[in-house]
């Protein structure tokens, strides 16, 4: 559920923040590119945590 659930994030974030990079680029709008790729690397951050949360609670509940 968790790796549905970060794959879902990543997927979500990375295509708001394309889509954001791309109207900005059209519309010349550097403050819209510098927030949608703050929000494109928020959501690869996000789910690359949740994933190394699951992988570390799952290793220590092995020991």
Known sequence: M??????????VG????ATGFVYGEADDSPGLQGLSALVAIAAIVL????LRLRARRRGESRM
């Open 2 to 11: 968790r790796y549905l659930l970060a794959t879902l994030i990543m997927a």
């Open 47 to 50: 789910g690359v945590r949740i």
């Open 14 to 17: 990375l295509g708001l923040g």
